[in-house]
């Protein structure tokens, strides 16, 4: 299991913004999220979220695009596309 890439840009009382930069077949590894989050893609993500209890969900997500979670999320991200996929993740503290 090859881990992505995390590159922290920020980390102040208020924002940790951290850059992460996946080859194809890269992986976060299980994590929960300790704060809610806003995430914009760089490039297209195709991407696997391995979720609790076993689930699975693949995904298109277009470079430029943003979305946000809550806190709580428990998941593993995966690059399922054949070229490099780039994130930036913006937690709110």
Request: hydrophobic residues 40%.
């Amino acid at each position: 299991m090859a881990q992505v890439l995390a590159t922290q840009m920020i980390d102040d009382a208020r924002v940790r913004v951290t850059r992460f930069d996946f080859a194809p077949g890269d992986q976060t590894g299980w994590h929960r999220h300790a704060m809610d989050y806003v995430i914009t893609t760089i490039t297209d993500c195709h991407m696997r979220l391995e979720l609790p209890g076993g689930e699975t969900r693949d995904t298109l997500v277009p470079a430029g695009t943003a979305y946000r979670r809550e806190e709580g999320v428990e998941n593993n991200v995966i690059n399922i596309g054949e070229t490099e996929m780039s994130f930036v993740e913006v937690e709110l503290k």
